[in-house]
């Protein structure tokens, strides 16, 4: 058999759901039968399944990896004249919730290494405006939260760790939520743990800032039609908890998979360093690798790129232009040449799949398609 008719894509929900139909149908049944539809008991169940995995007292489910992080601002007071430190290299929604809350996006420039928020980048940016840090945990592995908590504490200032890519990763032997006074979660449905449409989830040791999630997220009532403050409409729904419950039993095994699989990547690709330069993972960090991210070198990224789809080998650039040069952040006043390794990084990125779905013949045939390319 030709390996070129071996196809390897980026994401495979119909292999997932098909292993799962009869667990999945069987939950939507239930909650049709039930006809509660909104922060009904799967969703209170979620709740404590996801503070448990996430080491964290407070779990609250939203409508999106957006609300949660526009939610956790207002929690914490943010709003106009306030700055948000955060990385410009990162999905839109990290700095569009900044901007929605009225506050300023600050950008501080990534670890080449990583791609996560530099810290020691991130303290220079502190200013008396600054009322809170936002590391992103990108690619399915952690921001250095040691330095950061450093960095916060020394300031007096609050993390709120944007870790819409990274349910399941640790960093010193602590859970994600273990680090920050909030921490988000996106559902999504090609994240690691996944919906089959939106969702989302705020994470926070704090009694005081759970209390204000419940308020927000239900139109800032404080029971009844009784109204705290102005809130909003974000509620997780009934049915995706009810998927999501479904799915996070096999959360674990998927994510050793992912780090299985990208292993063999490491092992196939070794000895490319003159092309590519492979993931690097943070010491102390468990990696549940979202995303399998490389850098092309000398300009031929995009070449790789054609290359790899002429293979039937599908890939994508996360993310092809930084957000301080994006034409929705003109206002804040960057210019190209500002934060030169989110620039760069956006020239040399390219993810791989690495999803859990994919078997040893299919990661073979990439890592195979690769080396051809560069022979």
């Known amino acids: 058999m030709e390996d070129t008719i071996i196809k390897a894509g980026m994401a495979d929900l119909q292999a997932q759901h098909g292993a799962l139909r009869a667990e999945l149908t069987a939950a939507f049944d239930e909650v049709m039968d039930s006809c509660q539809f909104g922060l009904g008991p799967n969703v209170a169940a979620l709740e404590a399944e996801i503070a448990a995995e996430s080491g964290t ?6 409508n999106s990896g957006t609300d949660a992080l526009l939610l956790a601002m207002e929690a914490l007071g943010i709003g106009p004249g306030d700055e948000v430190i955060t990385s410009p290299f990162t999905f839109v929604a990290t700095a569009e919730t900044i901007c929605l809350a009225g506050a300023t996006p600050v950008f501080a420039d990534i670890d080449p290494h990583t791609f996560n928020l530099d810290p020691e980048k991130t303290a220079a940016k502190i ?7 936002m590391p992103v945990h990108l690619f399915g592995q952690m921001a250095d939260m040691t330095k950061f908590g450093e960095i ?3 300031h007096g200032l609050p993390l709120i760790a944007d870790g819409a890519q990274a349910i399941g990763a640790s960093q010193n032997g602590r859970k994600m939520g273990e680090w920050a006074e909030i921490s988000t979660l996106s559902f999504f449905p090609t994240k690691n743990l996944g919906a089959c449409g939106d969702g989302g989830m705020i994470l926070t040791p704090s009694a005081e800032i759970a209390e204000e999630v419940r308020v927000l997220r239900f139109h800032g009532s404080g029971g ?3 109204y705290k403050r102005v809130g909003y409409c974000s509620r997780l729904d009934e049915m995706q908890a009810a998927f999501l419950r479904v799915k996070a039993k096999r959360l674990t095994a998927w994510n050793d998979q992912r780090r299985a699989n990208a292993g063999q990547y490491l092992d196939l690709l070794a000895d490319l360093d003159e092309h590519i330069t ?3 993972t943070l ?3 468990h990696h549940i690798y979202h995303q399998f991210t490389l850098r092309v ?6 070449d790789l790129q054609k290359y790899l789809a002429s293979r039937n080998v599908s890939s994508a650039v996360y993310y092809p232009l930084s957000l301080h040069v994006q034409q929705g952040y ?3 006043g960057y210019t190209q040449g500002d934060l030169p390794e989110s620039e760069l990084a956006t020239q040399e990125v390219l993810s791989l799949p690495v999803h859990p779905d994919l078997n040893s013949e299919q990661i073979a045939h990439v890592a195979a398609s690769i080396r051809r390319f560069f022979e």
């Open 127 to 133: 200013t008396s405006k600054t009322k809170a840090i």
């Open 152 to 154: 916060a504490k020394a």
């Open 224 to 226: 009844g039609y009784i």
């Open 297 to 302: 070198r000398n300009g031929r990224r995009d």
């Open 57 to 62: 007292a407070h779990a609250l489910g939203v």
């Open 283 to 285: 010491s102390g960090n």
């Open 278 to 280: 492979l993931p690097a």
């Open 330 to 332: 003109v206002h804040l």
